[in-house]
């Protein structure tokens, strides 16, 4: 059993930043890439970033790119999520994903585990 546990949401205002945290934990995880996703009320749940176990391979939706960074801990159990420049559209449930397959993908189905979601308000 894999556990994911996010962290760092809140409230903050448009423009500002926040750095989300993803924990995850038990002993079926391995050399899994990790992602990010979310959901804001009334929509969709949209994919946000993924990376692979190492970090060569990173990717971005279009609506994030060039404000959001992923990254991996050294321990490689943990992934963040760096939001700078943030908007009101921003705002939704975070959730983090992993998956014991060998390649990160965008597709949210392709995830096995999931964590409980933290929300990100935006204020305008």
């Known amino acids: 059993q894999v556990h994911l546990v996010e962290s760092g949401g809140g409230l903050v205002q448009a423009g500002g930043s926040l750095r989300l945290s993803c924990a995850a934990s038990?002993?079926?995880?391995?050399?899994?890439?990790m992602a990010w996703f979310r959901q804001a009320p009334g929509k969709e749940q949209e994919f946000v970033s993924t990376?692979?176990?190492?970090?060569?391979?990173?990717y971005y939706a279009d609506s994030v790119k060039g404000r959001f960074t992923i990254s991996r801990g050294s321990a490689k159990n943990t992934v963040y999520l760096q939001m700078n420049s943030l908007k009101p559209e921003d705002t939704a449930v975070y959730y983090c994903?992993?998956?014991?397959?060998?390649?990160?993908?965008?597709?949210?189905?392709?995830?096995?585990?999931w964590g409980q979601g933290t929300q990100v308000t935006v204020s305008s």
């Open positions: 038990g002993p079926s995880f391995g050399n899994w890439p």
């Open positions: 990376i692979s176990w190492k970090g060569g391979y990173i």
């Open positions: 994903a992993a998956d014991p397959s060998p390649s990160p993908v965008q597709d949210a189905p392709q995830y096995q585990y």
